[in-house]
């Protein structure tokens, strides 16, 4: 591959493989090509051609499974502490590349430099977290009321297969499969087929840091051909998939016909709630992070914010103040704030929405219904006037738009922000202390900021409620996920006899 390709992305990825002819997955320690189709890349910031690859197809899968089969057996039987010692040096590789890394993702996501800086950075402190936990993360003895003694171990699945998205694909990686491998499973990853790449660098990094070959296995490719294909596998024992609920559902339908469980971590359309008591300026500058960073291309995106009525054209001047502001620009500036929508579908999609919502009678307040021809870029865009019963409303955007919905009452906005498909995030800005925690213990959502929004870390459970999916994929509550309990019995009274009616 041509690193002299500077300024390109065939050249960031040529930074990690430079001897590589062609793109491809990560399978058993190298770079294989693909068998199925051609899948075309457009750089988000143009529009024009990137570069294409073969999707992955049934047989490199089944050759990743065979891998991650034997590469588990290996790194199962390492002790505890060993697997958290090589987890430790993944970070310090991760972050020791941090700058190839973040080149590599802004070029081919279209977010800007700056995030995937902080992204990758983000990366290396999900592998320290959970190497942390490698070792202090084991089973219980159980005070059974029998002569017994009974304990439990927690157990590796063996391979779990791991469906990413394209708004995250280096953050999904640290966050997917750091707690898996950290209890001692191997990891079959397919990121989305628009973003592969990140990946592919850091399962490479993962081994020159002393992962075994074979545990960490990407799979570059389509989700229908190449990701069903996984899910079919014998090898693959858990299905933790991120990305649409359409798709979702899907996947949980295979999974079910293996009886093999599944995670599920879908879209959403949170509420972001300002009472009139809060500080203004601040909720402003929240509601703005909540939607327009990443350019809105984040699940937990608060993409409809309720104002409480005495305010609402206050704060509503004061987002739109804000969404002007903000830098549009190439992801690799150092000055933009928002960079591309990654693919021309989203793209396509965001600006049918927005002209849904002007059709629908709401306000643009920020924004516009015109578009420039060359890149995926929309500028931040907020809507007054949305009633919750709009499509802007209840749709999931996925772009830097936002839908404002007056409020009355406490009760009200409770019952706007349930009145949803959704839960997955929510947040509230007030100054009363026993209406922040009110309103967080009633809105149906994973996870809740109050007077925030956005923080989130792994040592924090993340996931779904409603629609918004089902399992919890960071924090300790992942390395339950990623573990079965088994039961373990030991007779422990000298003549005990085992017979029917006694324990
Ligand atoms: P998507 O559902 O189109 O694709 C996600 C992944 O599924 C990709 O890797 C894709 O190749 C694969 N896939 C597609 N069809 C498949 C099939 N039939 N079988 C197996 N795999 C298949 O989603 P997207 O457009 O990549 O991502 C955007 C969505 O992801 C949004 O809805 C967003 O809210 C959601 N998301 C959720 C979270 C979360 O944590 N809840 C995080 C990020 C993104």
Not at 7 to 12: C, E, K, Y
Not at 79 to 93: E, Q, S, W
Not at 145 to 172: D, M, Q, V
Not at 179 to 208: D, H, R
Request: with cysteine; proline share 4%.
């Amino acid at each position: 591959m041509e690193q002299s390709k500077a300024g390109t992305l065939i050249g960031a990825f040529a930074a990690f493989f430079p001897d590589a002819t062609e793109i491809g997955s990560y399978v058993g320690g190298r770079l294989v090509a693909g068998t199925g189709q051609d899948i075309q890349l457009f750089d988000p910031a143009t529009g024009e051609e990137s570069l294409s690859y073969r999707d992955a197809g049934p047989e490199v899968a089944q050759q990743a499974c065979i891998a991650a089969r034997e590469a588990q057996k290996r790194w199962w039987s390492l002790t505890h502490a060993a697997r958290g010692r090589i987890l430790y040096a993944v970070a310090a590789k991760v972050r020791e590349h941090n700058e190839s890394l973040a080149v590599l993702e802004s070029m081919s996501q279209g977010k800007p430099i700056r995030d995937s800086r902080r992204e990758v950075e983000m990366v290396a402190e999900m592998f320290e977290f959970y190497a942390g936990w490698a070792d202090k993360f084991y089973g219980d003895v159980i005070p059974v009321p029998t002569t017994h003694l009974n304990y439990t171990r927690r157990e590796p699945f063996g391979t779990i297969l791991h469906i990413a998205p394209w708004n995250i694909p280096i953050l999904s990686f640290g966050w997917q499969v750091a707690p898996t491998v950290a209890v001692g499973n191997a990891v079959l990853l397919k990121p989305s087929e628009l973003t592969p790449f990140s990946s592919l660098a850091v399962a490479a990094l993962a081994e020159q840091a002393g992962v075994p070959v074979g545990l960490i296995n990407v799979l570059a490719g389509y989700g229908h051909t190449t990701g069903q294909a996984a899910i079919a596998d014998d090898v693959v024992k858990k299905v933790v998939f991120v990305g649409s609920p359409a798709t979702g559902i899907r996947i949980a339908e295979a999974a079910a016909k293996r009886v093999i469980p599944c995670i599920l971590e879908l879209g959403g359309k949170s509420a972001n709630i300002v009472f009139d008591d809060a500080n203004l300026d601040l909720a402003a500058i929240g509601a703005q992070a909540a939607v327009f960073s990443g350019a809105g291309q984040s699940c937990t995106a608060g993409s409809r914010l309720l104002i409480q009525r005495k305010v609402y054209e206050q704060v509503v001047d004061k987002v739109a103040e804000g969404a002007r502001k903000l830098r549009l620009g190439h992801p690799l500036e150092a000055s933009t704030e928002i960079g591309p929508i990654n693919n021309r579908n989203q793209y396509e999609h965001i600006k049918r929405m927005i002209a849904r919502g002007v059709e629908e009678g709401a306000q643009l307040a920020a924004g516009t219904t015109s578009f420039g021809d060359r890149g995926y870029f929309v500028p931040p865009t907020l809507f007054a006037g949305v009633s919750n019963q709009m499509d802007i409303a209840r749709t999931e955007v996925f772009g830097p738009v936002i839908a404002a919905i007056p409020f009355d009452t406490e009760d009200e906005a409770i019952a706007i922000a349930n009145d949803s498909e959704f839960g997955l995030a929510g947040a509230v800005w007030t100054n009363d202390v026993a209406r922040a925690h009110r309103v967080a213990g009633q809105v149906d959502a994973g996870t809740f900021w109050i007077n925030g929004y956005r923080a989130v870390h792994v040592s924090s459970p993340f996931g779904g409620y409603k629609n918004s999916g089902y399992g919890r994929t960071s924090g300790i509550e992942a390395l339950y996920e990623y573990t079965q309990a088994k039961s373990v019995w030991v007779q422990t009274a000298a003549s005990a006899v085992t017979a029917i009616g006694r324990a």
